[in-house]
């Protein structure tokens, strides 16, 4: 488990190279994103303002020798009878994967969804990604789809899992 002292706060645009860092560092994997070949920071941009600290945060988690990793609330579908969803996404540089990160952040973005009018959240997750899946199954997220074979991995066909979780009923 994370034995580090840590602080998870919002991310600024200064933070934006090294969350784009850990976002690249999942792409070899084939496991946790659908693009194929590295994003710039330019590319991420837009991606970054989408973002606010009332209803749709970009957290980082941080220890000393900086960012390792973060987590982002997205809207889903982008209609307003979807405010009250969001996906939520979690990336985590490689050396500390298995350390207990993805759940401390995961435990701040359940407690934290009440405060951003959040009552339903999502992750899309690939199905032969067995660590994600396990992390949001261990916050009763619930599988409430499957689209078998939806992603093209460079010639090898993944299917696509929907986790969901009600958060206020």
Not at 4 to 30: C, F, H, M, W
Not at 41 to 68: K, M, Y
Not at 119 to 134: E, R, W
Not at 146 to 169: F, Q, S, T, W, Y
Request: proline share 5%; with cysteine.
């Amino acid at each position: 488990m994370c034995d580090q002292t840590y602080i998870i706060r919002d991310a600024n645009i200064e933070d934006l190279p090294q969350i784009v860092e850990i976002y690249n560092t999942s792409i070899p994997g084939k496991l946790a994103t659908a693009d194929l070949e590295e994003v710039t920071v330019e590319s991420r941009l837009a991606w970054f303002h989408e973002h606010n600290t009332h209803q749709r945060p970009l957290w980082v988690i941080e220890e000393d020798q900086g960012i390792v990793g973060w987590l982002s609330f997205q809207s889903f579908y982008g209609r307003p009878a979807y405010n009250a969803t969001a996906e939520v996404s979690i990336y985590l540089d490689p050396v500390i994967h298995g350390k207990g990160y993805a759940r401390i952040l995961m435990d701040k973005a359940i407690t934290e969804c009440p405060n951003l009018g959040i009552k339903t959240l999502l992750a899309f997750v690939f199905g032969h990604n067995a660590p994600s899946i396990k992390l949001f199954e261990h916050y009763s997220f619930e599988r409430w789809a499957h689209l078998p074979k939806i992603a093209n991995m460079e010639g090898v066909e993944r299917d696509l899992v929907i986790l969901g979780k009600r958060i206020i009923e």
